[in-house]
């Protein structure tokens, strides 16, 4: 574009008529680039949201023991967490009380593999696991191994 003396702009594009539309072949042309933009997104959208998706669901996790560790020591030793294989889902029960204190539900797509980990994981008054041992998360996209160590540590999650 130029700008001449009256300060008005000058395009080098040739004007088209007020009721001239475009061709068929220029909206041919947009719509394609628009598809082969989309095409390129669409995938990366959805693994952002498996990688968000696999961040939270093991963070909750966390969260969940850590709940179980600190309601052992600071209300009484009959919380368990219980895994279930089959529905690919957590509880933590209160045997004393007889109730459920939460069901937790893994992803669609999701799996628990008990390696060397009891189904029922039990904590003493000093928030130590009875019996430790390792497990699984097997996520579509990545597989979590998770370990129970013996002592007064915390659970710890390897991603691979």
């Known amino acids: 574009m130029e700008v001449n003396s009256n300060m008005k702009m000058v395009s ?6 007020a009721n001239e539309g475009y061709t068929l072949s220029e909206m041919l042309i947009v719509l394609l680039l628009w598809s082969v933009l989309l095409a390129c997104i669409l995938p990366l959208h959805h693994r952002t949201y498996l990688n968000v998706q696999s961040s939270k669901t093991v963070q909750q996790f966390k969260e969940d023991v850590l709940l179980t560790q600190t309601l052992t020591m600071n209300d009484h030793i009959y919380y368990q967490l219980l895994f279930n294989e089959d529905s690919t889902e ?3 029960h209160d045997r004393k009380n007889r109730r459920n204190v939460f069901k937790r539900k893994l992803p669609k797509g999701w799996s628990i593999n008990m390696l060397t980990l009891e189904p029922t994981v039990r904590f003493n008054q000093k928030g130590m696991i009875y019996q430790g041992g390792s497990m699984q998360f097997v996520a579509p996209n990545k597989t979590f191994t998770i370990v129970f160590p013996f002592g007064a540590s915390r659970v710890r999650i390897e991603e691979s």
């Open 90 to 92: 957590y509880i933590l």
């Open 12 to 17: 080098f594009l040739p004007r088209r008529a």
